[in-house]
């Protein structure tokens, strides 16, 4: 199906060369344009159910993370879009997506809202929303009419391709955020008054290369009044900085979705582990894997968080393999590391590495045994007080000490251990540790002081994942070693006095993975 234009194919044939290109997507059918047709088309729909929804859950916590936001940048606009669809080839779309950003500030989720931009107007300190400095306003293209041409005619936003979307009473309900026509308002929210601040100008702080017309809209009214476009630049950058820090600590309700989101794909690692059988019989088994874990994100949730990694045998010491196009053997490991995103967008990240065949290997279950107790002393010091930084320290401390004893570090432990050392990392050269969130990288624009040398805080939702990685190609470790890669990857919550662990339910241990495999297996 596409969309077409009202152009009878019937009165077009001297055209065929003076067409232009973007037209010709519509020459492989045609709707009618008559008047009969258009007057037919407006009437005898039902009227469109016009009772209003309840707030969403998330409105009052989405009102406070504003607050956040509008306490920081006081004095100035400020714009925050949520993106367009994005093109996948020709005239198909992905799936829907919001910046994050722009998700975490009004708490909408899974297909809300192409092109909508949130502006904040400043106000007189402390007279804003809930005493901020700041009126937030929603811009979308709301619903149209049945009786609009929109209705029927406009394939990527009229209700007769896409089903019902909200209208703008409706989505001000559900939000508590005041709503308008973004094609009616949005250009002069944007711009009214806008200008140098030394000659009394409204400073506008983009969220920038989220939207390219809020950007030429931006560019353009600076332009036009003067603005210094290097020095806003540089304050535009502050906006996606801050929109990560706000980010750093979860809310109830966020963490309420991160369990949903933990939840929903340790049930696809269940999935994953009914699925290997048959992965081992099918010439591209990685894939069977991918699938049987999809399914369950797809069920459970939006989507994945992330392009999930089925890495089997040799593949699981490519860090990013998620070409998954390889077999499955017996004998082999297979490394799976994938995420559900809730349909709040929120996503887990978890990472189990499983003997295909339900037995480890002696060596398989060695490397293994050193990654859980890596992750165990990363777990240890996760708690209010410790730094990022050192949940690496002590898994990677743990890793080094057992190269060590294996006598694979070409120095003595303290020489790698030290700054100018670090060999150990050849065989795990990624980080233990990322907050996850609405981003399962997440609040990655913070300032490195908030981020790896930011103290740990009640509500921080982060991963523990070491790993050990011996490519076959890897001359430096004996044979036994190459072609083993193996992750072990959990999520955690920061408490008052420690940390929980949200996977803690997915067997995680050598032994407690046999078992289940054998379970599961077992049906
Ligand atoms: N799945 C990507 C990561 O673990 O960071
Ligand atoms: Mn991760
Ligand atoms: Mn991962």
Redesign the pocket.
């Known amino acids: 199906m596409t969309e077409e234009n009202n152009t009878s194919s019937n009165d077009t044939p001297d055209m065929a060369t003076d067409q232009p290109i973007e037209d010709r997507v519509n020459n492989r059918s045609q709707r009618p344009s008559s008047d009969a047709f258009k007057e037919f088309m407006a009437g005898q729909w039902a009227p469109a159910d016009t009772t209003l929804p309840p707030e969403d859950a998330v409105a009052p916590f989405a009102a406070k993370r504003r607050l956040g936001l509008s306490q920081r940048f006081p004095g100035e606009r400020l714009v925050i879009p949520a993106g367009p669809l994005k093109v996948r080839s020709n005239d198909t779309d992905y799936r829907f997506r919001p910046h994050s950003g722009f998700a975490h500030m009004t708490g909408l989720g899974l297909d809300h809202e192409p092109d909508a931009v949130l502006v904040f107007d400043p106000v007189e300190e402390g007279t804003g929303d809930d005493g901020g400095n700041h009126r937030a306003t929603l811009y979308f293209r709301p619903m149209a009419g049945r009786d609009t041409e929109e209705f029927y005619s406009n394939s990527r936003s009229g209700e007769f391709w896409i089903g019902q979307r909200p209208t703008l009473p409706e989505l001000r309900a559900r939000l508590g955020i005041p709503t308008a026509h973004m094609d009616e308002a949005l250009e002069d929210a944007i711009t009214r008054g806008a200008g140098n601040t030394a000659l009394g100008g409204v400073r506008i702080r983009l969220l920038r290369d989220v939207d390219l017309n809020c950007d030429a809209l931006v560019d353009t009214s600076r332009i036009n009044t003067g603005v210094d476009l290097e020095e806003s630049d540089k304050l535009d950058a502050e906006l996606p900085e801050a929109l990560s820090e706000l980010r750093l600590v979860k809310d109830e309700w966020e963490i309420e979705q991160m369990r949903a989101a933990v939840d929903a794909t340790m049930n696809g690692f269940h999935d994953v582990a009914r699925a290997l059988p048959r992965a081992v019989e099918h010439k591209r088994g990685e894939r069977v894997v991918e699938g049987a874990f999809f399914s369950r994100a797809r069920e459970e949730g939006n989507d994945l968080g992330?392009d999930t990694?089925a890495a089997s045998g040799n593949n699981a010491t490519v860090l990013h393999w998620m070409r998954n196009s390889g077999q499955v053997n017996s004998g082999d490991l297979i490394l799976v590391?994938?995420?559900v995103e809730a349909d709040s967008l929120y996503t887990a990240?978890?990472?189990r590495t499983m003997p295909v065949n339900g037995k480890y290997t002696e060596i398989q279950r060695k490397i293994y045994q050193a990654i859980v107790d890596a992750q165990d002393a990363a777990f240890a010091v996760a708690k209010p007080g410790t730094t990022f930084r050192d949940l690496h320290t002590a898994a990677i401390t743990v890793l080094a000490e057992r190269l060590d004893a294996w006598g694979l570090l070409p120095v003595p432990l303290e020489e790698a251990l030290a700054d100018t050392g670090q060999q150990h990392r050849r065989w795990m050269p990624h980080g233990t540790s990322h907050h996850l969130g609405l981003d399962?990288h997440d609040c990655a624009q913070a300032r490195r002081d908030m981020y790896l040398d930011g103290i740990l805080e009640p509500g921080m939702v982060f991963?523990i994942?070491p790993g050990l990685y011996f490519k076959a190609e890897d001359l430096a470790v004996p044979e036994e070693y190459r072609g083993i890669g193996v992750?072990l990857?959990d999520d955690v919550l920061v408490t008052e006095d420690g940390c929980v662990n949200l996977s803690a339910e997915l067997p995680r241990t050598p032994d407690e993975i046999e078992a289940w495999m054998a379970r599961v297996q077992a049906g």
Do not use: L, N, W
């Open positions: 992330y990694i590391d994938a995420g990240d978890i990472t399962v991963t994942e992750r990857e």
